[in-house]
């Protein structure tokens, strides 16, 4: 049951994926891979949170997996590999802990008592640096294929398999 | 000896792929990488300067007795992954089947006219996307419904701004009012178990995405400048949301 709800957010992963695979308006036919590598990056990602590692973490990981994923995905639809990417890894991007760091800025600036005050700032912080590291390790996670085999095109790689 | 190509023809083609590619979410090095391998199959050498809105382009002949240099402006168009890709397939047919420069000339032509996905299309889908959200932050059936039809109002409402011209920062605010707007009203009334949910990512559909991860790129890469001026334009887009979701905020009180 556990597993069930599990996986059923890769469905929900690849769909939102999806949508932003349409806003990006990428080729059709590499509509369902996207979904495909959304749902895997995704389903790492959580798979990784119940394990208990962190949320940081495990994003790096997600997209890491889909950084690798997309250069095999771009040598079989004949597309680079950022369109598959990056749709793939924006369900990843963390709206809760940018959300929740913008409302605690607008709560810090209004009046506030200096009990709560530390509180506030603690989670505020914590939640924005949260958003910054996860943003960043999505970045370079979907970039570590390209970073790794020192390569300036993915079609290269291929050539030297 | 084979004619080689006009230096001016091939000159101004680089930078009109160039700038097709910059307005079309590429990040800096992959524009360098394309312009060079494209470049080399007419034997010339090119050199570029790539800023966020201009583009110049220097090209010379192996033995430096011919050049051309000129500047671009570049328009931001919006993202399209599908122009990336083609100039990408393109710039290898180049080189593989030594193309001129009016069939490549004709071919982006083609490719700067094929269509978008129906606006429906984009619509719905983009819509539901935001429902996925929802659900992977926890939110129930009602919350995603909510969130569908705020991510439909909102996205709609941006892109008719978008085609009035607004000022584009100003645009994703008032995408990111209506949305919120939209799915505060569930919170003000406490549809649903858990409206935040539906609230906080009801405007999820406007995060920069492609500027943020162009901008780590680029700043991998070593384009410092560009890194650092895709990363504040994808920060005054957040900031632009937030804004949506302030004034929402302020609005109903909640």
Known sequence: MEILALLEKGIWFGLAALGFGILFNVPRRTLWVIWV?????????????????????????????????????????????????????IPMVPGAFAYRMMLGFMNLTGDITSENYNELLHQTVNNGLKTLFILMSLAVGVSIPMLATRKESAKVIKLKK | MEQKDDIKEVGSLLLDI??????????????????????????YNADLLITHRALMISVSDEDQNEFFSSLKRTSPHGVNFTLVSGISKMSWKIVDQKWT?????????????????????????????????CRLFGGGLTEMLVTFVATFAGLFIRQEALKKEFNPYLCVFFGSLVASLISGLSVKYQIGQTPEHAFATSVLFLIPGVPLINSFTDLMDGNIMNGIVRGINGLMIAFAIALGLLASIMIYHI
């Open chain 2, 101 to 133: 420069v009016s069939q490549i000339r004709k071919d982006l032509e083609r490719m700067k006219a094929l269509p978008h996905y129906p606006r429906m299309v984009v619509l719905l889908l983009v819509s539901l996307a935001g429902a996925s959200f």
């Open chain 1, 37 to 89: 590598l959304g749902a895997i990056g995704g389903l790492t990602k959580v798979f990784l949170l119940e394990g208990g590692i962190g949320v940081v973490l495990a994003s790096f990981a997600g997209a890491s997996f889909i950084g690798v994923l997309s250069i095999q995905a771009a040598h079989g639809k004949h597309a680079p590999p950022l369109v598959f990417s990056i749709p793939a890894v």
């Open chain 2, 18 to 43: 160039g700038a097709a590619l910059m307005s079309s979410g590429a990040s800096s090095g992959r524009i360098r990488i394309t312009i060079n391998r494209i470049a080399e199959a007419f034997g």
